[in-house]
């Protein structure tokens, strides 16, 4: 199956582009959510898709979805998306969207952490700290964390770094009850993603969630949830404290970037991302399918 860059539909009105997903009106309720092809690193859209990874990130957040439904509402209709688009736009939607509630959005990055990885055993290493959470001394890179944290972050716009914030700054944003929800909601979550995935030799180091409000005022899951591209999965058998251990997840790229030269120097972390080579693209499509197969494989 060609891999898909973007979408072009023409029946539904475009709303927005994001950084993987486009998404549809679907009257004044509802949405069609396409996960397209690309992958952003470091906030940058790349300027090359990754076959097929539209299409595992989306069997995986509606497994997901799935599996998390008795912790709170998602977004999902159960809608098929084959019955909303023209009949020449069957191969933009086909196993890559889903029909969604429209909703209001919390503009918070609800995001998880049960280990030392990424820019928080970076804060951790300067600071003792991540994100202001003062932690245990003498924690290595990629030590499980006594108790998950809840670390949250500003949502930016497409193409600027999200910002990570204070607990404090979430209770002025949207007030305390719907802080301390999300909070609440968002670890618990998190735990029992984490022992699900232990089952299945997965380690789930972090992650983050998105939240809306319906027209109730309830609190709903949505956009997507427990994927590659929004969490750090870690293969249990080759884990150990003191390394970053191969990823499922995006992670392969973010490695790579890292050490990216563009005119003689490193990679600023701003568009335009540099190509990423043949071998990158095809390895980190390979993790995406081994992710989706470990996970949902009866």
């Known amino acids: ?51 097929e990874k539209g299409i595992v990130l989306n069997q995986m957040a509606n497994f997901w979805f799935d599996k998390l439904a008795s912790v709170i509402p998602n977004h999902l209709t159960g809608i098929d998306p084959a019955s909303v688009v023209a ?3 069957l191969d933009q939607v086909k196993g890559r969207a889903v029909v969604a509630k429209r909703l209001k959005p919390i503009l918070v990055e609800a995001v998880v952490r049960g280990y030392l ?46 910002e990570n914030i204070s607990f404090e700054k979430v209770i002025d944003m949207i007030g305390e009850p719907l802080a301390n ?5 968002s670890i618990r979550l998190y735990k029992e993603a984490s022992e699900y995935a232990a089952t299945r030799g997965i380690i789930i180091a972090d992650t983050k969630f998105e939240f809306g409000l ?23 058998e080759t884990y150990y404290v003191g390394s970053n251990p191969p990823s499922y997840d995006k992670q392969f790229v973010r490695d790579w970037l890292e050490t990216a030269m563009v005119d003689g120097k490193l990679w600023s972390k701003t568009a335009p991302a540099p190509a990423l080579p043949a071998d990158v693209i095809d390895k980190t499509a390979q993790k995406y399918r081994e992710a989706l197969a470990r996970l949902t494989k009866a």
């Open 1 to 51: 199956m060609p891999a898909l860059y973007a979408t072009s539909i023409k029946s539904l009105p475009l709303l927005s582009k994001g950084k993987v997903r486009d998404v549809y009106a679907l009257g004044d309720d509802k949405l069609l959510m396409v996960t397209t092809d690309r992958l952003s690193a470091f906030d940058v859209v790349m300027g090359q898709p990754i076959p």
């Open 87 to 89: 009949a020449d736009e």
């Open 117 to 162: 990885a990424g820019s928080g055993w970076k804060d951790y290493k300067e600071t003792g700290k991540v994100c202001g959470i003062a932690l245990p001394e003498g924690l290595e890179n990629a030590q499980k964390l006594p108790e998950p944290i809840f670390t949250p972050a500003a949502k930016a716009e497409v193409g600027e770094h999200d």
């Open 181 to 185: 929800q999300i909070r609440d909601v």
């Open 214 to 236: 319906d027209e109730g005022g309830q609190l709903v899951l949505m956009d997507e949830i427990l994927t590659a591209d929004s969490s750090r999965f870690w293969p249990a």
